[in-house]
């Protein structure tokens, strides 16, 4: 079994920054990516940072150039830089494997909330 913690979510004004992170415990299958997702109220989960074995990165169009993922401890735990913060990332975020296994375990996730 795998569970995930999330923190680090706030209050920010749009331009602002903030720094999630994710701290991991139990075993997860090796070779499994890790991963930031995160769903708005009345939208579906939607994943939108991904780090990969050696260090590699992928964001959704939405957030790249904006968002920074990276990760510790054999990726154990996991960050999210978040800069130029815009009130559409307003929104739960969680952390995860990458792909989702099938009966997985989310956290409570980090409220991140953009607003003058």
């Known amino acids: 079994q795998v569970q995930f913690v999330e923190s680090g979510g706030g209050l920010v004004q749009p331009g602002g920054s903030l720094r999630l992170s994710c701290t991991t415990s139990?075993?997860?299958?090796?070779?499994?990516?890790r991963g930031w997702y995160r769903q708005a109220p009345g939208k579906n989960r939607e994943l939108v940072a991904t780090?990969?074995?050696?260090?590699?990165?992928n964001y959704d169009g939405s957030v790249k150039g904006r968002f920074t993922i990276s990760g510790d401890n054999g990726n154990n735990t996991v960050y999210l830089q978040m800069d130029s913060l815009k009130p559409e990332d307003t929104a739960v975020y969680y952390c995860?494997?990458?792909?989702?296994?099938?009966?997985?375990?989310w956290g409570q996730g980090a409220q991140v909330t953009v607003s003058s």
């Open positions: 995860n494997t990458v792909p989702l296994l099938k009966s997985t375990y």
């Open positions: 139990g075993s997860i299958f090796p070779g499994f990516a």
């Open positions: 780090l990969s074995r050696g260090s590699r990165s």
